[in-house]
């Protein structure tokens, strides 16, 4: 029997190689082959998991969190093209509850990874979005490449979602070497609106409802300074404009193109071959709710299995779907650590003990039953 094990990670307990190990761990029948293929979706882990798969070098660079404060980044440069991660300069994980405002946490961490993606000689660079605790439309990310948004007395706004309802241009040119843009993200949500990044996102990363409704007027303001400034239409409204916060909105006004973040892993990493020769997949996540129908690393797996008639199973820390919403999506049946520890204390402080025991109960059904 062939089982391919393809997790997201799980969300401030283990990345998804860590999840993948812990699963081929558990599996206990022998003479099956495991193939562990640890996957990302844009988000925190999108360079770990490539650099895994591509033969590429990975380049360390200083650059800032969310509130300015010193981080460590790095590119992936493989084959002519960066790979950049927003999470690592713009991460939710990187703040602790407290800290989380979106009226004042910044991209400009991005905007310094970005900067050294370009120096890197590369044609293309891929910005991975997900997980992030900005909501500033990219306005930090540009001031790190040379166009910091501007008031109209020609002054630098301050760091943050709210100034940008005060924008009245950008104060320079990006430098970016005409390299193209991609932006691999797990969501299609727009910049503005019922949908956009602040109304869904925005109370995750600390927003309140006052909050909220001024960081949408803001972001609705600020992109249509953006496409004065790039002569473009319709940004608040296109596809994949809200994700990470608005990100997604100014990569598009700088001319890149978005793309999603799990078909972009899968094709790199040559995943359509290992779903081919699979007999079972087993996928999964943290927290396996409605978002993760919509775009990220399960619904995208799901699918794959479900065309080829192969059946899916999903582990996760906990689930929020309904059976008949997964059974639709491709899931052939989910199992949490939650459920199995019968504690989410302990679902968080053991989850590769857990992974582990679930899969030993899974090798032993599922190795009979096919």
């Not at 004042?104 to 890197?120: F, I, K, N, Q, W």
Request: charged share 20%.
């Amino acid at each position: 029997m062939r089982v391919l094990i393809c997790p997201d990670k799980f969300a401030g307990t283990l990345s998804a190689p860590e999840v993948a190990r812990a699963v081929a761990d558990g599996w206990s029948v022998p003479g099956d082959v495991l193939v562990q293929r640890p996957l990302a979706d844009g988000g925190p882990g999108f360079v770990e998991v490539l650099a895994t798969a591509l033969d590429g070098r990975r380049i360390p660079v200083d650059t800032v969190d969310p509130l300015g404060r010193p981080a460590r980044g790095e590119i992936l440069y493989a084959n002519g093209v960066a790979y950049v991660e927003s999470a690592q300069a713009c991460g939710l994980h990187l703040l602790t509850a407290a800290e989380r405002d979106p009226k004042v946490t910044t991209s400009y961490g991005l905007g310094l990874l970005m900067t050294a993606a370009v120096e890197t000689g590369a044609a293309e660079v891929v910005v991975g979005l997900g997980g992030s605790a900005v909501n500033d439309a990219g306005a930090g990310m540009l001031a790190a490449l040379g166009a910091a948004p501007v008031d109209g007395s020609g002054y630098a706004l301050p760091y943050g979602g709210i100034p940008l309802i005060t924008a009245a241009a950008l104060g320079g040119v990006p430098a970016l070497r005409q390299v193209r843009l991609v932006a691999a993200t797990d969501v299609d949500n727009p910049l503005t609106g019922l949908h956009g990044a602040s109304n869904v996102f925005g109370p995750q990363k600390g927003a309140d409802r006052e909050d909220v409704l001024r960081l949408d007027a803001a972001l609705e303001h600020f992109a249509g300074v953006l496409e004065k400034a790039f002569g473009i239409e319709d940004l608040a409204t296109r596809p994949g404009g809200g994700a990470a916060g608005g990100l997604g909105a100014a990569l598009i006004a700088l001319g890149g193109t978005v793309t999603s973040g799990i078909n972009l892993v899968t094709s790199l990493i040559g995943l359509d071959a290992e779903l081919d020769a699979a007999d079972l997949v087993i996928t999964g996540e943290g927290s396996f709710d409605h978002q993760s129908l919509r775009g990220k690393v399960v619904a995208g797996i799901a699918a794959g299995a479900r065309d080829r008639g192969l059946p899916c199973v999903v582990l996760a820390g906990r689930n929020e779907t309904g059976q008949r919403e997964a059974a639709a999506a491709g899931v052939t049946e989910t199992h949490t650590l939650v459920e199995h520890f019968g504690s989410v204390g302990t679902a968080l402080a053991e989850p590769a003990r857990g992974l582990r025991e679930l899969s030993a109960r899974l090798a032993g059904q599922w190795s009979r039953a096919i």
